[in-house]
């Protein structure tokens, strides 16, 4: 079993749609979450970050995280065209060594 | 406001040859990583350095080597491609290190293309 799943997809919705992502992890020490945005020929760049349990909201965008079930969430309100591109989910522990990533999921919002 | 920079951005290579990937941050970050991007697989960790002067593998580090120049600058090299080489390479950097454990996020570069032939 991977340290961190996620669901390639793709997804495909309608502009306005509500997005939800997701990622499972095993390690119960992870404490540090995160999601990074990546457009097609280009770096990740950070896009939510999380320390913890609880909930984050920036925006359009709201990120949870449920340690009690290792299930992290990323929603996407009133989603647009220019929100089409992969997100990657990532987390550590403390101290880690460096940030174990998920594969990504393509997101796809249609006008 | 350059952040991360990768040279070069495309690179194709016969089996054999061998190649240096640059990065540079211009960010004062203690730590930097070498990541590689295939379809189907993520993002995996190649080598990583902590802060300047240590170096360490990662999950793939066969047939790669690097190098911290400096704080600035990490490269990557490999000494004989493989097509199983073939990928797109990322660097990235990281304030981790500082004593502010409460942000943690990366920068990355625009990533090397990598093609073996």
């Known amino acids: 079993q991977k340290e961190v799943e996620q669901d390639p997809g793709p997804l495909s919705v309608p502009e306005g749609a509500i997005v939800s992502l997701n990622c499972t992890y095993s390690?119960?020490?992870?404490?540090?979450f995160m999601w990074y945005r990546q457009y097609s020929r280009k770096g990740p760049e950070l896009l939510m970050y999380t320390y913890s349990s609880g909930n984050k909201e920036d925006g359009r965008f709201t990120a949870q995280v449920d340690k009690s079930s290792k299930y992290i969430s990323l929603f996407i309100r009133d989603s647009q065209p220019s929100d089409s591109a992969t997100y990657l989910c990532?987390?550590?522990?403390?101290?880690?060594?460096?940030?174990?990533f998920g594969k990504g999921t393509t997101l796809s919002v249609s006008s | 406001n350059a952040g991360v920079t990768q040279t070069p951005k495309f690179q194709v290579l016969k089996t054999g040859q061998s190649m240096t990937l640059q990065c540079a941050q211009d960010?004062?970050?203690?730590?930097m990583y070498w990541y590689r991007q295939d379809p189907g697989m993520g993002l995996r960790l190649i080598y990583y350095s902590a802060s300047e002067g240590t170096t360490d593998k990662g999950e793939v580090p066969n047939g790669y080597n690097v190098s911290r120049l400096n704080k600035r600058e990490f490269s990557l090299r490999l000494e004989s491609a493989a097509p199983s080489q073939t990928s797109v390479y990322f660097c990235a950097s990281s304030p981790r290190g500082t004593g502010d454990w409460d942000y943690y996020g990366y920068t990355f570069g625009s990533g090397t293309r990598l093609t073996v032939v």
């Open positions: 390690n119960s020490a992870f404490q540090y």
């Open positions: 990532a987390m550590s522990v403390p101290a880690g060594t460096a940030l174990i």
């Open positions: 960010m004062n970050h203690n730590s």
